[in-house]
């Protein structure tokens, strides 16, 4: 009788150990399950982070390419503005207040968004631009107030043949690229003063009746 006690007792040993040994391989797989899973997740972000990054990366190429597109557009719309004397006093407005917006009629697609006619890029690439003109605030003569001024800037004249033109332009999402560029005509005045003088480069100058003309090339 005391042995087949015994016997019992040792299979109910046995399995005991067998139980506990499946419960640690189990929590094992659990536990390497849980870390995959981690693992999976945590290169999912990484990927879709990448491409995110790659994403914008593109869309910001877009929008500086809208914008350097706006730049010569606005050049060309700026060669057909400026007058002998005025300058570009007809594209200024007093104290910038607000800069001066070319329409879509005259400097082409700007302000135009994707997809509307007058837009001059392909509709799936979103792109756009708007441009800007503005007069440079030390057009003088300086008033030195209280408060100190220049007169000409705040009067919105061009006395110095000098404005700012400012892009921006938009791409997908958002994205944006502004460019600034400060705009002279090709040559200033340069007063002759004597006759032949090579006139800095620009251009020659002869006597008139006895007098000086002035070299302006424009």
Same mark, same amino acid.
């Given at each position: 009788?005391s042995?087949?006690?015994?016997? +019992? ?13 499946? @419960? ?22 990484t990927?879709?982070s990448?491409?995110s ?41 007093? !104290?910038?207040?607000? &800069? ?34 503005r !007069?440079?605030?030390?057009? @003088? ?14 009067a ?18 958002? &994205? ?20 032949? +003088?090579?006139?800095? @480069?620009?251009?020659?100058c ?7 003309? !002035?070299?302006?090339?424009?």
């Amino acid at each position: 009788m005391s042995q087949q006690s015994n016997q +019992a007792d040792l299979a109910r040993t046995r399995d005991g150990c067998r139980r506990r040994q499946r @419960g640690s391989v189990l929590l094992v797989v659990m536990v390497s399950l849980v870390a995959l899973v981690s693992l999976g997740t945590l290169t999912v972000l990484t990927v879709r982070s990448g491409l995110s990054g790659t994403s914008h990366d593109r869309f910001k190429a877009v929008a500086l390419f809208a914008a350097e597109s706006g730049v010569a557009v606005a050049m060309d719309y700026l060669r057909t503005q400026h007058q002998e004397g005025l300058n570009w006093g007809s594209v200024v407005n007093p !104290n910038n207040n607000p &800069a001066f917006v070319p329409p879509a009629s005259d400097l082409l697609g700007n302000g135009v968004k994707p997809g509307l006619p007058g837009n001059l890029f392909d509709p799936a690439l979103g792109a756009w631009y708007e441009v800007e003109i503005r !007069n440079n605030r030390d057009d @003088g003569p300086l008033d030195p107030g209280p408060p100190p001024r220049f007169l000409q800037f705040q009067a919105g004249k061009d006395t110095d043949g000098r404005v700012i033109v400012v892009v921006t332009g938009h791409g997908p999402n958002n &994205a944006a690229a502004r460019i600034d560029i400060e705009v002279t005509p090709r040559a200033q005045v340069v007063p002759c003063e004597t006759s032949n +003088a090579d006139n800095s @480069g620009f251009r020659r100058c002869d006597n008139l009746a006895g007098g000086v003309q !002035n070299g302006r090339n424009f």
